[in-house]
């Protein structure tokens, strides 16, 4: 069985955040976006937060992963299961 929850959360400043850590990182931009699967305009998107709908979870984890980085996003702790 499977069970689908969606949640969206507003986290301020965070498309500031990726991009510093973008900057502090010795990767290129288009290593990073290779290493995560992004386009660069969907990339750029994100860091001005001009994203249309919401940044996935999964491509939260995956720039988490590439940057060597956490942002501290936990959208599981509410869960009562």
């Known amino acids: 069985m499977r ?3 969606v949640k969206e959360i507003e986290i301020e400043g965070l498309g500031e955040r990726i ?3 973008r900057l502090d990182s010795s990767k290129s931009l288009e290593q990073i976006c290779d290493e995560v ?3 660069r305009t969907y ?3 994100i860091e001005k937060e001009t994203l ?3 940044l996935s979870i999964e491509n939260l ?6 940057l060597g ?13």
């Open 69 to 81: 980085v956490s942002f501290g996003v936990n959208l599981e702790e509410d869960c009562d299961i």
């Open 43 to 45: 990339w750029y998107d």
């Open 19 to 21: 991009k510093q850590a």
């Open 61 to 66: 984890r995956k720039i988490e992963e590439v």
């Open 52 to 54: 249309k709908g919401a």
């Open 37 to 39: 699967g992004l386009s």
């Open 3 to 5: 069970i689908r929850q």
